[in-house]
Nanobody, 126 residues
Framework: VQLQASGGGLVQAGDSLRLSCAAS????????MGWFRQNPGKERELVAA????????SYADSMKGRFTISRGSGKNTVYLQMNNLKPEDTAVYYC????????????????????WGQGTLVTVSS
C-alpha cells in the first residue's frame, strides 16, 4: 500500500488549505485513516482520524472547529480541510492508514497505523 499526500503550501494566517491523500497498491477495502503532523524535534501528533466508512471522526482539541477530515468517493481517499490556519499549524502533515484485517474504527495512536505517506509541508505565515 502506498499513500500519496498532497495539497500543502505556504499560506497566510486565516487562510484555508485542503490536503488530499490517496492510497494505491493492494488495497482490499476501506481502511481507517488519519492525518498527523510533525515539526523537527517534536513527536508526531494526531490531527484527525476517520473510521473505515467515514461516519465517525476524531480531532485533536486544537483542531476542533477548524479542521475537517472526510473520505472521498474513491477507495481510501481522505481529505483534510483546514480553515482559519494559524502559524502554529506549520508542520509536515502525514496521512496514514490502518490495514490490519478487521480494523474498522479510527485510531488515535500513530503506532497503530501500518502505512504512512511521504508528508506534505504546510507553512502558515503571520
Amino acid at each position: 500500500v502506498q499513500l500519496q499526500a498532497s495539497g500543502g503550501g505556504l499560506v497566510q494566517a486565516g487562510d484555508s488549505l485542503r490536503l488530499s491523500c490517496a492510497a494505491s497498491g493492494r488495497t482490499s477495502s476501506n481502511y481507517p485513516m488519519g492525518w498527523f503532523r510533525q515539526n523537527p524535534g517534536k513527536e508526531r501528533e494526531l490531527v484527525a482520524a476517520i473510521n473505515w466508512s467515514g461516519q465517525t471522526t476524531s480531532y485533536a482539541d486544537s483542531m476542533k472547529g477548524r479542521f475537517t477530515i472526510s473520505r472521498g468517493s474513491g477507495k481510501n481517499t481522505v481529505y483534510l480541510q483546514m480553515n482559519n490556519l494559524k502559524p502554529e499549524d506549520t508542520a509536515v502533515y502525514y496521512c496514514a492508514a490502518v490495514t490490519t484485517p478487521g480494523a474498522y474504527t479510527y485510531r488515535l495512536n500513530p503506532s497503530e497505523y501500518d502505512y504512512w505517506g511521504q508528508g506534505t509541508l504546510v507553512t502558515v505565515s503571520s
